[in-house]
Nanobody, 120 residues
């Protein structure tokens, strides 16, 4: 089982917060990076944030900078996405993805997704 598993989605009012979790499994000692993506109804999947597994490197989409924080716990094989100041436009299914060697532009494994709904 190498597919990551997301949890923590739900319904929240605008301005509220949620924390998503991603549990990685398999050959995590070789993991390169973990990313969060989201897909809203009728829209393309978009990048949200990513974190390198073995060193400190983080990137965010402009739309979430200053509001979302990605972090990791290597000992627990987990990655988190703390989402603050949520907006209705953040409503989407959020996916966690893992990337293993060889390094490519693509992620290798995707979770099933967790729904985040932000009400106005």
């Amino acid at each position: 089982q190498v597919q990551p598993v997301e949890s923590g989605g739900g319904l929240v009012q605008a301005g509220g917060s949620l924390r998503l979790s991603c549990a990685a499994s398999g050959r995590t000692f070789t993991l390169l990076r973990v990313g969060w993506f989201r897909q809203a109804p009728g829209k393309e999947r978009e990048f949200v944030a990513a974190i390198a597994w073995s060193y400190d490197s983080i990137i965010y989409a402009d739309s979430v900078k200053g509001r979302f924080t990605i972090s990791k716990d290597n000992a627990k094989n987990a990655v988190y996405l703390q989402m603050n100041s949520l907006k209705p436009e953040d409503t989407a299914v959020y996916y966690c993805a893992t990337d293993y060697p060889p390094a490519t532009h693509e992620y290798d494994y995707w979770g099933q997704g967790t729904q985040v709904t932000v009400s106005s």
